[in-house]
């Protein structure tokens, strides 16, 4: 075993020995730390990021403290979740981590895993670290490619205290979620978009210009959100959808199964996109449809895609997309999915 794999099983494996506080305990989001003497540092709104190196060895390390996210009670799931879109996305690899026991620290689950990895910027390892408890997930992610920072790293995760939750079990627990593999990369939020442009010599444009915007969001107890927004310049009235249910993966499959639909208009207010006076809602008709889904990197436009086909038209999609990469499908990326679709402004 080489130097650099035994740091990384130790790591992973949580073995963080508890070392002298060498620096006033600082606060951020709902955790306290402890910040490592001489590492640069860059405090943000959803993260905290401590960073290393060494010019002559051309050693480096970067630790990053993501702000906490809301979370389902299977934390192997939930680190899978985060693995995908921390590792695999943020950085454009499909390095699978090697995953460790399971433990616990201050009564939250931990989750920790390694990969090497090699991209244009990062070759080294990624070393991720998740802690789950209630209802809530926090995140600490390693990049580096030398041991020389290993006691460093153990006494920064070892200082993190959490807030007091109830002790969960690390176990995974049994449900309808994906729990490991590429099914997993699933949870989250997922959203495509359609728009029109007007165009002043086609009086007929103006009709359809404006955009629609669906979004999927889903979860690791096995249930999901859908969210879509439509907006027209012609039309008086902007359509929200709301959607909520269940979902199961089987394979490359997952099948979605609504519990309540609702589609309701709404004024424009001030003529704008912005939700006026409620004009009218109702109940939209239940739709169970099964997917088969894959995910595709569009080398183009450097982005991943959550991809679902299906036999036939849906309710819920609309039409096919009119990319022919994958027939029958429709096309979800991750950008701009922090803004919430069904509020007065987007």
Known sequence: ?????????????????????????????????????????KKGPDAVQFSKSDEASGAFCIVTIFKSVDAGPDSRANFNAAWSALVTQTLGTDAKPRIGAPGTKDGWATEAGIAPVSTADIKGAALLTTMSGGNKMLSVLVLTNSESFQKEIEALVDSIKLPPVKAVTAQTTASAT????????????????????????????????????????????????????????????????????????????????????????????????????????????????????????????KEWNLVLQADKTTQRDGPFSNNQTFPNAWYFDQQYTDKDLTAPRI
């Open 1 to 41: 075993m080489n130097k650099s794999t035994r740091m990384a099983v130790t790591v992973c494996l949580l073995q963080l020995f508890a070392v002298a506080a060498f620096a006033q305990a600082e606060k951020f989001d709902i955790i306290t730390y402890t910040a490592p003497a001489g590492w640069a540092a």
């Open 178 to 301: 994906p729990a490991s593999g590429e099914s997993a990369r699933l949870i989250g939020r997922w959203q495509r978009a359609s728009s029109g442009v007007p165009t002043y010599a086609d009086p007929v444009s103006w009709g359809t210009a404006g955009y629609t915007k669906s979004r999927y969001e889903f979860k690791a107890d096995g249930t999901y959100i859908y969210t879509e927004r439509s907006f027209r310049m012609m039309m008086q009235t902007i359509i929200i959808v709301k959607e909520n249910g269940k979902y199961a993966v089987n394979g490359n499959t997952i099948t979605i199964t609504p519990q309540k639909s609702t589609i309701s208009s709404y004024k424009k207010d001030g003529g704008v996109d912005a939700l006026g006076a409620l004009v009218s809602s109702q109940n939209r008709q239940l739709e169970t449809v099964a997917y088969k889904f894959n995910f595709h990197y569009f080398e183009g436009i």
